[in-house]
């Protein structure tokens, strides 16, 4: 399924959030309106119960408590109505939330299962997983062509700065910058970074065999 189908059923999906969610919060907001106004019921009750205390028959205090106390009582009432409306209005928007977290997995899935099919290796042959079976994740933004084409243009890590990052974009490589152009990976499977531009690491084109990025040759010298 292309990109902008899950764009398109998401955003029908959302459509009528705004409405549900201004009707949500016009109801809490009459609540607490409501509310105030019984606070201050009781708190008239109050004073008038204190002030004729001594001159109430017995069942006169009785009946006064008793109103004072039915106004309490829907003051709660009208409290766990707000605590409903509130944790359905949260629902809500993670139901929506919890959607398009699935439909990103699921597309990721799919970007992963053509590259897959479309045998994207180095020139040796070597598949891109790490010793240990486990496949290494690859930039998303080198696979953002549908048809994944072969073709990838070459980019300078100048070009990077002047266009627009997500803040929630991982970023790679020495440069610390969102993957762009051509990119490889560390055959290190502990290595932290994992993914390389060609033009930070001194590359023009795929070296034959293994490659371990500046870092892990150093450590692997070391040993």
């Known amino acids: ?11 029908d999906s959302i459509e009528n959030l705004p409405c549900e969610l201004q009707r949500n919060f016009t109801l809490m907001r009459d609540l607490d309106n409501r509310t105030e106004e019984k606070k201050g019921e009781i708190d008239k ?15 006169q205090r009785v009946e006064h408590l008793q109103k004072i106390q039915n106004a309490y009582s829907k003051c709660k009432e009208f409290s766990d109505d707000k605590v409903q409306l509130a944790m359905q209005t949260y629902e809500m928007v993670d139901k ?27 020139a040796d042959g070597r598949a891109l997983k790490s010793k240990s079976g486990n496949q290494k994740t690859f930039p998303v933004s080198l696979h953002d062509d549908p048809d994944l084409s072969d073709t990838l243009l070459p980019m300078q890590p100048s070009d990077v700065l002047d266009m ?10 020495l440069c610390h ?6 990119m490889i990976g560390c055959d290190n499977p502990d290595c932290p970074i994992e993914w390389f531009h060609f033009a930070c690491v001194d590359l023009a084109t795929k070296p034959k065999g293994k490659w371990f990025c500046p870092r892990c040759t150093q450590d692997r010298k070391k040993k």
């Open 177 to 182: 910058q969102v993957s762009y152009g051509e």
């Open 1 to 11: 399924m292309a990109t902008a189908i899950y764009l398109e059923h998401y955003l």
């Open 96 to 122: 929506h939330i919890r959607r398009l977290d699935a439909d990103l997995a699921r597309f990721e899935n799919e970007l992963k299962e053509k590259l897959e099919l479309s045998g994207y290796e180095s």
């Open 45 to 59: 009750l109050a004073e008038e119960y204190i002030a004729n205390v001594k001159n109430l028959a017995s069942e």
């Open 164 to 173: 627009p990052v997500d803040p929630n974009e991982p970023t790679y490589c």
